[in-house]
């Protein structure tokens, strides 16, 4: 049998089901809660001879079946400061920013407001259950979290959220290595590293102590070193609770840190589908038309596959170009062991402290064509229009390719 996952949220399908009156156990609708009502969002406001009415959308109801709910019926503070927070920012917004004293003794609001609230309050649900989605898929112990303070953009339809690398058919990511070092303590003579001609990555405190361009390698899932090997740190993803926010210039999303990350330290993994550049040239052309690409080639070796962050990805995909950056692209080997198919791994450049945005330079080493929300980063080697960049700072290079 076939199975096709459903894109229904949960509160349309028990909206479908009270609509029908009917009774559904695997979505929560049975004899006991078919009539429960409990408030979702407030969507309008009115005053009747001297009462204050809100307008309720029921959580699991269809929009039909809101009704006129005097406040003092309301037990949900929280919506109630929600809905009087995004009245007072649209109203704001209309006064173009200048401080607006609100009036407590309007009968009514006008539909322009009333419209922005509802947009908001189910803005606000859209990116709360993108948050919860996003971390119940990552592997990691760092917290994700989502933030639009700037306009009523929701969560990208068409993304989906990846650990790792998504090989195209025909591409194998894991090269079926079967050995590891023997060290009991690593670094040891022939540890990882040593024996691929490297030096160890990583010092004692666990930060990068290499050159950018030079690769990192490993210890891998054969390894006699256990899960506190100092050369164990890429494998186990992001530290750091990081958010994806909404930028107020222009820039679609962008990533911020919600902890202080000291110099050196490893933030998270660029991943997406791994294809070959000839797919990547195809792709790269359609972007071009939506305005967008999300392309990085894997170049360490050679130019024969490409990441492609576009539709599967991480965190690492909201992460905006500048040209001061304070992350740097490296190269990392762990069970796969193929020169054209490294893992890319980003590192602190300085001192970044909590609320600061994450960003790097898409033309450093890495031969990266990539781009935010807002039609940044293009490969100059694929010698399209050129780009204005918005990054601001003060070297800025004014475009990005």
């Known amino acids: 049998a076939w199975y096709v996952p459903c894109l229904a949220s949960l509160e349309t399908l028990q909206e479908l089901c009270r609509k029908e009156n009917l009774r559904c156990k695997s979505i929560g609708i049975t004899n006991k809660n078919l009539k429960s009502y409990e408030v979702e969002y407030l969507c309008d ?7 204050e009415y809100y307008l309720v959308k029921w959580k699991g109801w269809p929009e039909s079946s809101n009704t006129w709910e005097p406040q003092e019926n309301l037990k949900c503070p929280l919506l109630l400061e929600n809905f009087l927070s995004d009245k007072n920012e649209y109203l704001s917004r209309v006064r173009e920013g200048k401080a607006l004293k609100v009036r407590n003794h309007i009968k009514a609001l006008k539909p322009a ?27 990691h112990k760092a917290m994700i979290l989502v933030e639009n303070t700037v306009d009523l953009e929701g969560p990208p339809l068409d993304f989906y959220y ?33 024996e691929a001609g490297f030096i160890l990555a990583y010092n004692k405190r666990k930060k990068l102590k290499i050159q950018p361009g030079l690769p990192i390698y490993e210890c891998n899932s054969f390894c006699r070193c256990g899960p506190d090997c100092p050369n164990r740190i890429v494998q186990k993803g992001t530290p750091y609770s990081l958010c994806i926010f909404r930028t107020n210039n222009g820039r679609g999303w962008g990533v ?5 990350i000291k110099t050196n330290s490893f933030v998270m993994e660029y ?9 990547a040239e195809r792709r790269g052309q359609l972007y071009d038309n939506q305005g967008n690409t999300y392309l990085f080639d894997l170049d360490y070796d ?22 001061d950056p304070n992350l740097q692209v490296f190269n990392v080997f762990i069970d796969n062991l193929d020169l054209r ?12 402290k909590a609320g600061e945005e994450l960003t790097f330079d898409y033309q450093m080493k890495g031969s990266i064509d990539l781009s935010s929300d807002s039609a940044d980063g293009l490969s100059p080697s694929r010698k399209r229009i050129r780009t204005v960049c918005k990054c601001g700072a003060v ?7």
């Not at 009115?46 to 009462?51: A, N, S």
């Open 113 to 139: 407001v009333a419209d922005y609230i509802v947009k908001k309050a189910k803005q606000r649900i859209a990116l709360q259950r993108w948050k919860e989605e996003l971390n119940r898929k990552k592997n």
């Open 45 to 51: 406001y009115k005053v009747e001879e001297g009462t």
């Open 162 to 194: 990846i650990n790792e690398y998504k090989p195209a058919p025909g591409i194998n990511v894991i090269n079926g290595i079967t050995t590891g070092c023997e060290c009991a303590d690593c670094p040891a003579e022939k540890c990882c590293p040593k």
């Open 302 to 323: 050679s130019d024969e596959f490409t990441v492609d962050a576009a539709r599967y990805g991480n965190v690492s995909h909201f992460v905006n170009h500048s040209c």
């Open 256 to 260: 911020k840190t919600l902890q202080n």
């Open 395 to 401: 070297c800025c290079r004014g475009y990005l390719n």
């Open 271 to 279: 991943v997406g589908e791994v294809i070959t550049s000839e797919e």
């Open 341 to 352: 198919l490294p893992r890319i791994a980003l590192f602190s450049t300085r001192t970044i």
